[in-house]
Nanobody
Framework: QVQLVESGGGLVQPGGSLRLSCAAS????????MDWYRQAPGKQREWVAR???????NYADSVKGRFTISRDNGKNTVYLQMNNLKPEDTAVYYC???????WGQGTQVTVSS
């Protein structure tokens, strides 16, 4: 049974930074492609960033240049460093592997002054 536990969210002012973590268990983490997603109130969940087993990455246009995805295979953890946060980044952030499995509880990110 794969389990995904997101953490690191919080309230931050516009222009601030946060680092999200996602700890995975029950899977051979090192071979998984891992994604971050987010879901804002009243909107569908959207894809944010991807990191493959070899370390290559992709980003949604809306976060390119501000967010960085990384992974630590020794800790079975994927990270999302978020800089220069904007109010439109406010959402619940989730991670998942490819193919997707049961979603975790997510972590709330609120960007507001």
């Amino acid at each position: 049974q794969v389990q995904l536990v997101e953490s690191g969210g919080g309230l931050v002012q516009p222009g601030g930074s946060l680092r999200l973590s996602c700890a995975a268990s029950g899977t051979i983490f090192s071979i998984n492609t891992m994604d971050w997603y987010r879901q804002a109130p009243g909107k569908q969940r959207e894809w944010v960033a991807r990191i493959r087993s070899g370390g290559s990455t992709n980003y949604a246009d809306s976060v390119k240049g501000r967010f960085t995805i990384s992974r630590d295979n020794g800790k079975n953890t994927v990270y999302l460093q978020m800089n220069n946060l904007k109010p439109e980044d406010t959402a619940v952030y989730y991670c998942n592997k490819q193919p997707t499995t049961t979603w975790g509880q997510g972590t709330q990110v609120t960007v507001s002054s």
